[in-house]
């Protein structure tokens, strides 16, 4: 089947279509929209769901799709003209402006079903554990007082259980149940950092750093990296020129270079920090990420920091579902109930069906044998994906992969221009992450980074390489 129309298309065309039919008549059957456009019927069932969200069709079950009657006038828009004023002026203080979300925005982009998806940071749901999130859902709904208000600090048993998974000198109570690892992120940031002081990033840094760093009124500061990690000569200097309170770090299979911190670097880090009085706040994201045919990650920074240096922030999130936001975040000392105080401020407290779900999930036989299933399919992933590239685009490939996480950081040739490659990408009908969004400035080169966890399969990945290819190469 020709799928030569995308979805935006075949709305436009149905759109115009629409003035041929009466209200209240029928429209074509789906089949016959789908042979008529030479589209797949997802696509066809897309576009008439956005045509009845515009209020343009109704779709009755079993009856079919019909024009739908005319709407009541709209209201005419009142002048907003006045907030520019509202969100920017204020006497002394510099201009406000929004934090620039457009990492973030671009990594939850879903692009359309034609569209080869090597963007997301997410698990396809082949990946997912579904059948035992059911289950744990179902088990959660049933336990007594599932309904009730969960303690401030999260449910104890599920404290405890993230307590033994991060291990070492981890205890129940170190722990705060968040929503999510990004909410923890920004949890932490706010606690530790005072506004308009400096936070010392990995450069390049996960993009969501940077805008929960710009909201905050941060001003992120970049520390370089090489294949061993942050390079910690660099990073003694940065603490001693900004004064910083706080280094923000992946040292498992880190987004998005796949980097993991060297043994010797560790320690270097921990040395560093305290010696500055300041935060490591340890991102593990990825820990349960590890593939099958590599040797077991380093423990956590947390798991040996009787000092309380390091905030480390652990979640489900990336192993499981896109839906199940529940993440731990572990602090020693008066910096646990710093955490704690901002979290209750902003939120109260992550909603006790979706803990119950999460202590349900992860205490189940299913779990440790997701685990496993999720190893090998990443481990394969990443065979099918680095196998592609090395046949089409052998150049790009990088020398050290990584043996964990679910994408590739591509250095690509000098001069080339990464928005335009991206969109050439996009028209060929792959979607693949630009580089600069990693970077707190101009970018140093030009790189891509490209993900193998979301694809539907081996096959897609193999033909999202030929996609890539073809916009390389100038055929896109």
């Known amino acids: 089947m020709n799928n030569s129309s995308g979805p935006v298309d075949l709305v436009a065309i149905l759109r115009q279509e629409l003035n041929r039919y009466s209200h209240g008549e029928k429209l074509p ?12 019927p997802v696509t066809v069932s897309r576009a008439i769901a956005t045509l009845a969200a515009e209020g343009l069709v109704v779709s009755r079950p079993g009856a079919g799709v019909y024009r739908a009657a005319p709407s009541r006038p709209v209201a005419p828009t009142g002048d907003t003209s006045w907030q520019e004023v509202a969100l920017s002026a204020e006497p002394g203080l510099p201009p406000r402006r929004s934090p620039d979300a457009t990492g973030v925005l671009s990594a939850l982009a879903v692009a359309p079903p034609e569209v080869v998806d090597l963007n997301s940071g997410y698990l396809h749901a082949s990946l997912q554990p579904e059948r035992a999130l059911a289950a744990a859902l179902s088990r959660a709904g049933r336990r007594p007082g599932a309904w009730e208000r969960p303690p401030l600090e999260g449910l104890p048993e599920l404290r405890a259980w993230f307590a033994r998974d991060i291990g070492g000198t981890v205890s129940t109570s170190d722990v705060l149940i968040t929503a999510g690892g990004q909410n923890a992120l920004t949890t932490a940031l706010r606690s530790l950092v005072a506004p308009g002081s400096s936070v010392l990033v990995e450069s390049p840094t996960y993009p969501g750093v940077l805008a929960v760093a710009q909201a905050a009124g941060l001003r992120p500061v970049p520390v370089p990296m090489d294949g061993d990690g942050v390079r910690t000569d660099l990073l003694a200097d940065a603490f001693a020129a900004t004064r910083a309170r706080a280094f923000v770090c992946q040292p498992v299979f880190q987004n998005p270079t796949g980097t ?3 043994v010797a670097r560790r320690a270097e880090v921990l040395r560093i920090a305290h010696q500055a009085g300041a935060f ?27 000092n309380g240096v390091v905030v480390h922030i652990r979640s489900l999130t990336k192993t499981t579902s896109p ?6 975040l572990t602090a ?8 704690r105080a901002v979290q209750t401020v902003d939120s109260f407290f992550v909603p006790r069906p979706l803990q119950e779900t999460a202590l349900q999930l992860v205490g189940a036989p299913a779990w440790p044998q ?53 969109s050439a990408a996009l028209r060929a009908g792959v979607a693949v992450t630009p580089g600069p969004a990693y970077f707190t400035a101009e970018p140093p080169a030009p790189y891509l980074r490209v993900g193998y966890a979301y694809a539907e399969g081996p096959e897609r990945l193999i033909e999202g390489v030929e996609r890539l290819h073809r916009a390389f190469t100038g055929q896109g």
């Not at 059957?29 to 797949?40: A, E, G, K, N, T």
């Not at 490591?280 to 920091?305: G, K, M, N, Q, Y």
């Open 260 to 262: 993991v911190l060297s």
């Open 280 to 306: 490591v706040i340890e991102d593990d994201f990825s820990r349960r990420l590890v593939h099958a045919d590599a040797p077991a990650p380093p423990a956590p920074l947390a798991a040996d920091d009787p």
């Open 332 to 339: 020693h000392g008066p910096a646990f109930e710093r955490l």
């Open 370 to 422: 997701h685990l496993r299933t999720l190893s090998a399919g990443l481990r394969d992933r990443r065979r099918v994906l680095a196998g592609a590239l090395e046949r089409l685009l052998p150049e790009l490939l990088p020398d050290r992969l990584p043996y964990g996480g679910y994408h590739f950081w591509l250095r690509l040739p000098d001069g080339q221009d990464v928005a335009a490659l991206t």
């Open 29 to 40: 059957s789906s089949r016959s929209l789908v042979d008529r456009h030479r589209v797949s």
């Open 323 to 328: 839906s199940l936001r529940v993440a731990a």
